[in-house]
């Protein structure tokens, strides 16, 4: 499956997951437990925004959606030790591809 055509020779995963649905959390169990199964060395990277950014980014729950964000990197830090968890600023491109290669690169 994808798991191993993706996973399997990958050195770094980039959590870049879209929207602040209970699909967030859904994804990021499944990366987390395909990945310890598949690869567990992997880098994990988990890319969110800053707490003040959620609610200009998505109006609207959003205490509900900043512990879906939190779940999502305490699951992350429970079962990983080669992982980041960034928080970024919203709508400054440019700075925040520079914090991700800075993290793949163990900057």
Known sequence: GWQEDTLKSAD???YLVGGYTEQRTMATERLVRESLR???????VTVNPVE???PVLTPGLASLK???IKDCEEMVKQNYENFKCLRL???KLDESVEAICQAIEGK
């Open 38 to 44: 598949v690869n567990p060395k992997v880098l994990h």
């Open 52 to 54: 003040e950014d959620i």
């Open 66 to 68: 900043s512990k879906r």
């Open 12 to 14: 770094v995963l980039v």
């Open 89 to 91: 600023e919203a709508y």
